[in-house]
């Protein structure tokens, strides 16, 4: 986005400017400036292609006129990324010991925004799947209440020849959670073989969201579809109990009355 902005590309020159380095002449404060040749573009697919360009640190010393040996700033990389919070006291505890006053700050305070609009969106998609698991178990209630009232006389019938009333409840619980189950099966499986193929699939459609030669990262939580598959059955089983409780009150005497 940066090099769109500035219409340049790989081999181009450009000029940076540097307020660290000013010097100060007769004509008032000149600011440093070197030419750089444009090497390369990357492309993230976020806010940051705006505003971020890469130069060698020996060129940006001598863009910032300090000398070899001034050092402003460490970087310090780690296997999990959600443990600088906590290693960011130790971190200064320990330079502030070799007499080094020094201020530490972590990706959540550079770039956390664009994480915590991700955790947004997945809080809201999260929301919305669960409002779908809720119209569909709202679906199972219609289905099997209608049933309810088609087969009443069936019931009443199954129930003059010795059916209990936890048979009749069993029958329509059962009934219920079979479509539940089979569902769920075909929708895990459908979204299971999307998700491990959908880098090819974006590519077989010509779609890049990250830009050309990236490829979007793909990890499957297994303990999230566990809790995903428990949620569900557990909800389409209560969705169930309303109208198989309707049914196991059915009156033989009151519903073959005009039989």
Do not use: C
Request: proline share 4%; no cysteine.
């Amino acid at each position: 986005e940066l090099a769109r902005q500035l219409k340049v590309g790989p081999g181009d020159t450009v000029r940076l400017l540097s307020g660290d380095g000013v010097v100060y002449s007769p004509f008032g404060p000149v600011p440093s400036q070197r030419k750089f040749v444009v090497s390369g573009i990357f492309e993230m697919g976020s806010q940051v292609d705006a505003g971020v360009a890469y130069i060698h640190y020996q060129d940006a010393r001598r863009l910032m006129r300090q000398s070899s040996e001034t050092i402003d700033q460490l970087r310090l990389y780690l296997n999990d990324p959600f443990s600088a919070p906590a290693l960011a006291g130790r971190v200064q505890a320990l330079l502030q010991q070799q007499g080094i006053n020094a201020t530490t700050t972590d990706w959540r305070d550079t770039y956390g925004h664009l994480f915590g609009a991700v955790k947004m969106e997945k809080n809201m998609m999260s929301l919305m799947l669960s409002l779908i698991v809720a119209v569909a178990a709202f679906n199972i209630v219609s289905a099997l209440v209608m049933m309810v009232v088609d087969k009443t006389t069936d019931v009443a019938v199954l129930k003059t020849q010795g059916l209990t009333t936890p048979m009749v409840m069993g029958i329509f619980v059962v009934q219920g959670s079979l479509n539940a189950v089979l569902g769920l099966v075909l929708g895990l499986s459908v979204g299971i073989v999307l998700t491990l193929n959908l880098n090819g699939i974006m590519s077989a459609l010509g779609v890049s969201i990250l830009g050309s030669g990236q490829v979007l990262p793909i990890k499957l939580e297994w303990m999230q579809l566990s809790a995903i598959v428990i949620g569900t059955l557990m909800v389409t089983l209560l969705a169930t109990l309303y109208p198989a409780l309707r049914a196991a009150r059915v009156q033989p005497a009151s519903a073959l009355r005009y039989e």
